[in-house]
Nanobody, 122 residues
Framework: QVQLVESGGGLVQPGGSLRLSCAASGFTLDYYAIGWFRQAPGKEREGVSCISSGVGTNYPYSVKGRFTISRDRAKNTVYLEMNSLKPEDTAVYYC????????????????WGQGTQVTVSS
């Protein structure tokens, strides 16, 4: 059974950091790209970052320089390290998979996790 489980969200002050995890089961990351997306209240879901299968090319999309995506093959887990967080980063963060290569549009991805809430506030 394919499953993606996000964790690591929470409340953080502006300028702080969080590391989100996306634990995959039922498949191997070797053949799938994993994307991180976020959705704020009243807004459309947007791509945050993505790591492709194989060599793991990173696509930072909208948060270049502040967020870093990485992958641990042994743990079958993808991480999103978020630094210098801003109030506008507040959203539910999701991970999802698609075959091999990254795409920015959420509609290109299947098998979504349940999401984890990130709130940036003082």
């Amino acid at each position: 059974q394919v499953q993606l489980v996000e964790s690591g969200g929470g409340l953080v002050q502006p300028g702080g950091s969080l590391r989100l995890s996306c634990a995959a089961s039922g498949f191997t990351l070797d053949y799938y790209a994993i994307g991180w997306f976020r959705q704020a209240p009243g807004k459309e879901r947007e791509g945050v970052s993505c790591i492709s299968s194989g060599v793991g090319t990173n696509y930072p999309y909208s948060v270049k320089g502040r967020f870093t995506i990485s992958r641990d093959r042994a743990k079958n887990t993808v991480y999103l390290e978020m630094n210098s967080l801003k109030p506008e980063d507040t959203a539910v963060y999701y991970c999802a998979r698609r075959l091999r290569v990254c795409m920015e549009s959420p509609s290109e991805f299947v098998n979504w996790g349940q999401g984890t809430q990130v709130t940036v506030s003082s």
